[in-house]
């Protein structure tokens, strides 16, 4: 219920009510109002507003964005894709814009949020993944009435634009690197082998089940990814990063044979564990017991093999783009290696492995000067014209 006070400057109304993002008990006063009737109003209009879900006055930002996550983002977007929001939420955004009202936020002010993440060191991509945040947020906020314009839009990344080095293992040394891969645990062997052999993500490759297997038509299907942190095995699988990369990939009768080697080889340590094995997961890479690989496993035996190879220190990664540049090497289209990585466009194909694929075309267009010359040297020159 509202209380009403006389100012000198006016009438005051002040009230209580519930926020219906936080569920917190608040405060709305205002004043200024010629007469008491004037104020009632004003509050009344308040509760209106209020009730509609269009009042945005009182709302921090902070708390808008905890709810856009929590009912824009969880359970509607990719498991990746929330997570991804909510960080940047508790890690960036809130720390800079702390108590600031949802209405309050500006475009100047925006733009010296962005201008302030770039002088903390973040490069330029992070600030454009930030800004997507923050901007997908308010476009749900406009369209709720919450504001009555987006301040990010017009917003500017004044980051340098890194041009985007592709890191591979060169295909002359790819047998060097699978026979110590090979040398230092079969396991590791086995994952290192289906990504260059595939271009899946480690996370893809860490979520195969034997049902996503077809020896038949030599092919794998791609529908989830594994979540590495996750507790407990009802939250081990997730979405893939994006509804592209859902996918049938292709495989060579070299993988499906050593992929059938690898299945001979795991039933044979269920035999030997017994119930301690984890049958349910069904996974195709996994530890002996069934459990799932460990992330951190992962990292430090790419990082042992790569020494032991002489090999230039790289990301697990690049084994993703060392599958696409042999495919590539191989006279395999654009077009192709786009749906075998599952990019969302050919573009970013192209973007991605444009450097290379023109190196490629250098090289073939040597080899046919070099033939066409060879050609023509037979024919012991051109005479003269009659």
């Not at 960080?87 to 201008?115: A, C, G, S, T, W």
């Not at 009435?145 to 017009?154: F, L, S, Y």
């Not at 997961?281 to 799932?292: E, I, Q």
């Not at 951190?296 to 690049?318: D, M, Q, T, V």
Request: charge should be positive.
């Amino acid at each position: 219920m509202a209380s009403y006070k006389k100012h000198s400057t006016g009438w005051e109304y002040r009230l209580k009510y519930t926020d219906p993002f936080t569920k917190k008990v608040r405060e709305k006063s205002e004043r200024g109002f010629r007469v008491k009737p004037e104020a009632e109003l004003a509050a009344a209009e308040f509760l209106r507003k209020l009730k509609e879900g269009s009042e945005q006055s009182d709302l921090p930002l902070s708390d808008y964005l905890d709810h856009w996550i929590e009912n824009y983002q969880k359970g509607v977007k990719r498991k990746n894709t929330a997570a991804l929001h909510e960080l940047n939420v508790k890690n960036h955004i809130k720390p800079y814009f702390k108590k600031l009202m949802l209405r309050e936020l500006k475009p100047d002010m925006y733009q010296k949020f962005l201008d302030h993440c770039l002088s903390k060191g973040l490069s330029r991509r992070t600030v454009e993944i930030i800004h997507t945040t923050v901007n997908s947020a308010m476009s749900r906020a406009l369209i709720q009435g919450k504001i009555d314009r987006n301040p990010c839009v017009g917003a500017i990344n004044k980051g340098i634009k890194r041009k985007r080095e592709v890191q591979f293992i060169e295909s002359s040394d790819v047998p060097h690197f699978l026979q110590a891969a090979h040398n230092y645990g079969y396991i590791y062997w086995i994952f290192f082998r289906l990504l260059i052999g595939t271009g899946l993500r480690k996370g893809e490759a860490g979520a195969l089940q034997w049902s996503d297997i077809d020896f038949k038509n030599l092919s794998i299907r791609i529908n989830k990814t594994l979540d590495f942190k996750a507790k407990i095995n009802e939250a081990m699988f997730g979405d893939t990063k994006t509804m592209h990369s859902e996918r049938i990939v292709k495989i060579s009768e070299g993988l499906a044979s050593d992929l059938r080697f690898h299945l001979a080889w795991q039933n044979q340590n269920k035999l030997n564990s017994g119930d301690l094995y984890y049958h349910k997961l069904n996974l195709v890479l996994c530890r002996p017991d069934g459990s799932p690989m460990r992330n951190s496993s992962l990292f430090n035996a790419f990082e042992r093999i790569l020494i032991r190879a002489k090999l230039p220190a790289l990301p697990i990664h690049a084994l993703r783009h060392t599958r696409a540049v042999l495919m590539l090497e191989a006279g395999a289209d654009m077009k192709y290696v786009q749906e075998q990585l599952g990019h969302g466009s050919i573009q970013i194909t192209s973007d991605v492995y444009s450097h290379i694929s023109k190196k490629l075309e250098a090289k073939n267009t040597d080899k046919i000067d070099a033939y066409v010359d060879g050609l023509t040297q037979k024919t012991g020159g051109i005479s003269g014209a009659d």
